[in-house]
């Protein structure tokens, strides 16, 4: 005889995004039907309501809530490149040094897939001591700090806000003068640095090697 019994209803609470799609269709769907439950995730379906009120209703009907609770790391959710170069595998970035230093320009976009949400950031880079000024050709606000016996952060001041698909580029000049010690960057040498970016969820390093060319 055919069982009529309703099928237990499993309601699945995940993050709307294309990064999510394949989690939900490949494995959580069908393992919640292999087992016999019903199935749904909170977009599936046409409602009235608002999304919070569906989410509350489904909650108090479903005999077994699934949440993914996965973060996506910032390292993959936005896309760094230096000098238009893609800040992947801590690449080797080539620059020309004038003397004192040298300058660099930074793009930065939030992908319009893997997270709908639009991120307040705030955008500096790591250095060696060595490079232990810092300033911007826009006449951007710059700050440096030391923090560490070998380490240096130089950090714009303004924060900004990233869309899903939006961008935003800064440049900034890194130099090795101080005011009682001049030293210049000579060809040959390489600095290992990385653009670092804070959110409301933490912050994600992005390395890579300066090498300094012929002037």
């Not at 046409?46 to 005999?63: E, H």
């Not at 923090?147 to 130099?175: C, K, N, Q, V």
Request: net charge negative; hydrophobic share 40%.
């Amino acid at each position: 005889m055919p069982d009529n019994r309703p099928h237990p209803f499993a309601f699945v609470l995940m993050p709307l995004a294309t990064g999510f799609e394949d989690a939900y269709q490949l494995a959580v769907k069908p393992a919640c039907e292999a087992a016999g439950a019903y199935t749904e995730r909170g977009d599936e379906t046409v409602f009235r309501d608002s999304l919070d009120q569906r989410v509350y209703n489904q909650i108090a009907k479903a005999d077994l809530l699934v949440a993914e609770m996965t973060q996506l790391s910032l390292v993959n959710t936005l896309e760094v490149r230096v000098d238009d170069i893609p800040v992947v595998n801590e690449p080797v970035i080539t620059v020309r040094a004038h003397n004192r230093g040298f300058g660099l320009s930074v793009d930065v976009t939030n992908s319009p897939t893997l997270r709908l949400k639009t991120l307040t950031c705030r955008f500096g880079i790591m250095t060696p001591r060595k490079l232990c000024e810092a300033g911007s050709r826009r006449e951007l606000p710059v700050t440096s700090v030391r923090i560490s016996e070998s380490s240096m952060f130089h950090y714009l001041e303004e924060a900004r806000e990233l869309f899903p698909g939006g961008w935003t580029s800064f440049d900034i000049d890194l130099y090795s003068t101080r005011m009682t010690n001049i030293e210049t960057v000579e060809a040959g040498e390489r600095f290992a640095c990385a653009v670092r970016i804070f959110t409301v969820d933490g912050y994600a390093d992005y390395p890579f090697v300066i090498s300094v060319g012929e002037s």
